[in-house]
């Protein structure tokens, strides 16, 4: 008699795995330590003296494999070369010491080799700009590497596509891309713009966790997300189509009523939640006429905010995000994704420009709409109210910020774990500390006595003699 699955709830860890392979992006390469990626006072390494480690245990471990890379640095200086060259000949390396050989388990018996993994050599051939890539990094690598560890071209593109298709985001605390890495195990998850299971790192580390309750624990139908989902689901499928080569049939994509939301206009009447098709004459919710102006007013917001955010991709202007916040102000809806993403924008630019007010403004209504949008479980969300949770004791609303962190702990306790580093060095100290602010602002301090008080404390003392 066979034994009945077990269900599995939110939460639950149901892979865990090291990397096959994984670099550090070379913009943190002095702030990350190359092994286990923590910040903090690094030491260089002396030899390629490009690497760095944040003491002798990491450079230790790390030589196994640095060795061969700390040879071919040396030999190109001053020179460096492009990331995506230094993790394929870390790849390179690895397969040719034995990694063909090397399995990768997500079930007890089931397990992944690099060559399990998809190449789509066909794929790539007819993809030009990729094609273009390859011929690039294979000139690189011929300078790089030794001759006897260049692979010859048809080894290499396979092991391009491999990389291509398979290679993970490695994800710092606060959710910013520092480091790309290929995870063998992992590779057998699809992916979906509703995904009941989302990907988190702890250093090189990658642990997938449910976010959704299941019946059983089936692989083929365990999803997460490969891409931003706060996009139209056209953009989705063409950035899926041209990084993975397929198309997205799911639920999200095909459902019309979410991208009318996505892209919809505000009512120009104010406090009207009324959420304003392009094709609509009056505001379902107070009947107000919809203007040819107010058309031509949110076209041109619209136009102004996709340009304005493509130009503050590398940097964050405070000025330039109040002018867009309240320009888009009853033009764009609240739920329009645009306005989403300025108000993230606006966000982060508040924070840095220590502007709080602004800031927590900001932010409550970017996680409403972010939301709205993905599982309230999306990483993100916790990220975000763990921030406006730091936020708000600068305006002494302690009583705020403590429902923030809270509502942070409740999401990345299921999405990174209850004992996770960012439950433990993060969510946890940040509640203490703000629950003794908040005791100490309730504290009552006695007024300083009075002449009356004085005059009254002398009699007694006289009484009492």
């Known amino acids: 008699m066979s034994k009945k699955p077990e269900p599995l709830s939110k939460g639950a860890l149901i892979l865990q795995e090291k990397p096959f392979a994984y670099i550090v992006q070379s913009k943190f390469i002095k702030e990350r330590c190359d092994f286990c990626l923590s910040s903090g006072k690094l030491l260089k390494c002396s030899g390629c003296e490009f690497s760095h480690y944040c003491g002798v245990l990491c450079q230790r471990d790390a030589w196994a494999e640095h060795k061969y890379e ?5 030999k190109i200086l001053p020179r460096t070369i492009p990331d995506a060259a230094r993790i394929m000949a870390k790849i390179i390396w690895k397969l040719q010491y034995g990694g063909y050989l090397q399995k990768f388990y ?7 080799k690099f060559n399990d993994l998809m190449p789509h050599l066909e794929d790539i051939k007819w993809d030009e700009h990729r094609m273009d890539h390859v011929q690039t990094l294979y000139a690189v690598l011929k300078d790089y590497l ?12 396979g092991i391009y596509g491999r990389l291509c298709i398979n290679s993970f985001n490695i994800l710092d605390d606060d959710l910013n891309s520092i480091g790309t890495g290929i995870y063998l195990a992992s590779s057998i998850l ?4 509703k995904p009941n299971a989302v990907a988190t790192f702890e250093g090189p580390q990658l642990s997938i966790r449910l976010i959704e309750d ?20 056209e953009t989705r499928r063409e950035q899926l189509r041209k990084c993975y080569y397929f198309d997205c049939e799911c639920e999200r994509c095909k459902d019309e009523k979410e991208r009318a939301t996505m892209v919809a206009m505000a009512c120009p009447k104010e406090n009207c939640d009324g959420q304003i098709d392009v094709l609509d004459e009056k505001c379902k919710e107070c009947s107000t006429e919809i203007k040819e102006e107010h058309r031509q007013n949110f076209d041109d917001i619209l136009d102004m905010t996709k340009t304005l955010l493509a130009e503050m991709q590398e940097t964050r202007y405070i000025d330039m995000c109040r002018n867009l916040v309240k320009r888009q102000t009853n033009v764009l809806h609240e739920k329009n994704i645009w306005r989403l993403k300025t108000l993230d924008l606006a966000f982060e630019a508040a924070i840095d420009f220590e502007a ?13 709409g972010l939301s709205h949008y993905t599982s309230s479980l999306n990483p993100l969300v916790g990220i975000d109210h763990l921030k406006l949770g730091k936020i708000y004791p600068h305006l002494n609303e302690f009583q705020t910020a403590i429902h923030h962190i809270r509502e942070a702990g409740d999401v990345l306790k299921i999405t990174h774990g209850d004992q996770s580093r960012l439950m433990r060095d993060f969510v946890r100290p940040l509640l203490r500390e703000t629950q003794i602010l908040l005791e100490e602002s309730q504290r009552v301090k006695l ?9 009254a404390e002398e009699s007694g003392e006289q009484a009492t003699a």
């Open 447 to 455: 007024p300083p006595p009075t002449e009356d008080d004085e005059e």
């Open 106 to 112: 997500y079930s007890r018996n089931g397990y992944r």
């Open 190 to 193: 699809d992916h979906s713009c």
């Open 356 to 368: 709080w007010p602004e800031a927590v403004e900001y932010g409550k209504r970017f996680v409403k």
């Open 214 to 233: 299941i019946p059983e624990l089936k692989w083929e139908d365990i999803r997460i997300s490969y891409i931003e989902l706060l996009d139209l689901p």
């Open 70 to 74: 700390c040879l071919c640095m040396k």
């Open 146 to 157: 030794a001759p006897e560890h260049l692979p010859n071209q048809s080894e290499f593109l």
